[in-house]
């Protein structure tokens, strides 16, 4: 496949375009490379490509489509977290159910935009992705919220210590570890150790999970 290897590099949010539809990636590739401060490092035709494809090219965002033959979104997503790779990713569906949207939050996607968004939103939604922030409608946070508090989640947040409600809410406001290290005069190393705790005791596997935890519960500055 072609890549984009002859244009200098922009140094700005590199990202990897995963879509079935050649003609869906080509139009995402055509808008998004006129944005000064991102750059479409590659692209794949399907999740397990898509995989091979954030291993080498280490992106910075992820835009995944879910429905795709082989290994779909859902798997590939999950495949990246087994890996740990740190690409955020960004769901780019034309699936409104929340049957669909729903396991790839859980998955650990980012958040999800439609197919047929203003592509001045999409490009304010991979700079948000990447800043650290969660993007989600209200009805699939509500969604995702309800299943927490069907599981107990309640009361785990008496069981976190004061220090790391305070890690919490950082993750909330979208701060990364280095963020929030700095915030809290922490070594990184100090505060991954808060942030694997965090999960822990809530029972959640990520935090995109943790920061609708805290939103939902009042833990947010």
Request: no cysteine; net charge negative.
């Given at each position: ?150 599981n107990g989640g309640t009361g785990r947040g008496s069981t976190l ?61």
């Amino acid at each position: 496949m072609a890549e984009a290897a002859a244009r200098p590099a922009k140094n700005g949010i590199r990202v990897l375009l995963v879509d079935d539809h050649q003609v869906v990636r080509r139009g995402l590739r055509t808008f998004l490379e006129i944005q000064d401060d991102i750059e479409v490092v590659g692209e794949a035709g399907d999740g397990a490509e898509g995989v091979a494809r954030a291993e080498e090219l280490r992106p910075d965002v992820v835009l995944m489509d879910i429905k795709m033959p082989g290994t779909d979104g859902i798997d590939a997503l999950r495949k990246l977290r087994e890996l740990a790779n740190p690409a955020k990713v960004l769901i780019v569906t034309s699936f409104t159910e929340q049957r669909t949207v729903v396991p790839a939050l859980r998955a650990g996607a980012s958040g999800y935009v439609y197919k047929d968004v203003d592509p001045d939103a999409l490009a304010g939604a991979i700079r948000s992705v990447h800043a650290g922030h969660v993007l989600l409608q209200p009805e699939v946070a509500g969604a995702l919220l309800a299943q927490d508090e069907g599981n107990g989640g309640t009361g785990r947040g008496s069981t976190l210590t004061e220090r790391e409600r305070e890690v919490l809410t950082l993750i909330a406001d979208g701060r990364s570890n280095r963020e929030i290290a700095r915030a809290l005069v922490l070594s990184e190393k100090t505060v991954k150790t808060h942030v694997s705790n965090i999960l822990m005791k809530l029972d959640l596997s990520d935090r995109t999970q943790a920061a609708l935890w805290a939103v939902r519960h009042g833990i947010t500055g």
